[in-house]
């Protein structure tokens, strides 16, 4: 995963920039912070199949394999259960391609924990699945406790009659922080993030102003943006300067497999218009 997978976490937090600032940098390490390699180990036992964990991308597995729930281990002591199993495509050069995505689940017992959550997506390979990409929470015992610093949520979605993954990562934090991924297929038949322009200093700020609070919502045809615009010395309640706002779309077209290597991604979202309110 490159930078694009962060590209969207413009929560915009003053409070949180040390923590974004270090997801960043392990995503530019194409290692997210919040992926960790899990092995997979099977138990026979009862007639079953119990997975003790969820196979590395690039692994061939079965359907029964990869909706087996989680068992405890060192970092993650209760078990995650599945909580959605989601079969869909996702739209690419070569046409559609059969996806199945795996939620679990597990319930910390920390207060104020987001959930601990692994999420696997894998190809339809003939009968099995090969493992494209497995997200899983930074979670961890603390004071005894299991604790979760992010969960996810993920669905299929429609953008110009094509298919497209969406996953949105929850940050704790005082903002409330989101990263927002939209994932496609690229040309090699990978998954690939759709990158998003960068919406940190747009044009329409005038000097001294900047944005904070940020956040995107899924439009149906699009993305909407919005953050206050503040001045350095505003309270995070109160931007002085009123809002700014963004809509973007999705443009481009999927490429052959014969275009060569480091072509322009086949899609980006990119601003087609931009506004401030004053509130």
């Known amino acids: 995963m490159t930078r694009n997978g962060a590209n969207l976490c413009y929560g915009l937090i003053t409070s949180n920039y040390k923590k974004l600032t ?11 912070m919040c992926y960790r390699p899990l092995f997979l180990i099977f138990v026979a036992a009862a007639n079953c199949v119990a997975a003790a964990g969820v196979a590395e991308p690039g692994q061939i ?3 029964d394999q990869l909706i087996a729930p989680l068992a405890p281990e060192q970092d993650h002591p209760l078990p995650r259960v599945v909580i959605k199993v989601d079969e869909d495509n996702l739209s690419s050069a070569a046409g559609a391609k059969d996806v199945l995505v795996v939620h ?16 696997a997506i894998a190809f339809r390979d003939g009968e099995n699945y090969r493992v494209a990409e497995v997200l899983q929470s930074d979670a961890g015992i603390v004071n005894g406790e299991l604790d979760s610093e992010n969960e996810y949520e993920e669905e299929f979605i429609s953008i110009n009659n094509m298919r497209f993954l969406y996953v949105r990562n929850r940050v704790s934090g005082s903002g409330g922080v989101v990263e927002h991924n939209v ?9 690939e993030i759709i990158p998003f322009p960068d ?3 747009p044009k329409l700020l005038n000097p001294g102003e900047e944005l904070r609070n940020g956040y ?4 149906g045809e699009g993305f909407d943006f919005e953050a206050g615009i503040y001045q350095p010395q505003d309270a995070e309640c109160c931007p002085a300067n009123g809002a700014y706002h963004a809509q973007l779309k999705l443009q481009g077209s999927f490429q052959p497999s014969t275009a060569p290597p480091g072509t322009a991604p086949d899609y980006e979202f990119v601003v087609v218009k931009e506004w401030r309110t004053k509130d």
């Open 22 to 32: 270090l997801r960043r940098a392990a995503l530019e390490h194409n290692r997210p």
């Open 61 to 63: 597995v079965s359907k």
């Open 104 to 119: 679990y689940r597990a319930k910390p017992t920390s207060k104020y924990s987001f959930h601990d959550d692994v999420v």
């Open 183 to 191: 994932y496609s297929v690229s040309r090699a038949a990978n998954l």
């Open 199 to 201: 919406l940190k200093k």
């Open 216 to 219: 995107f919502k899924f439009s």
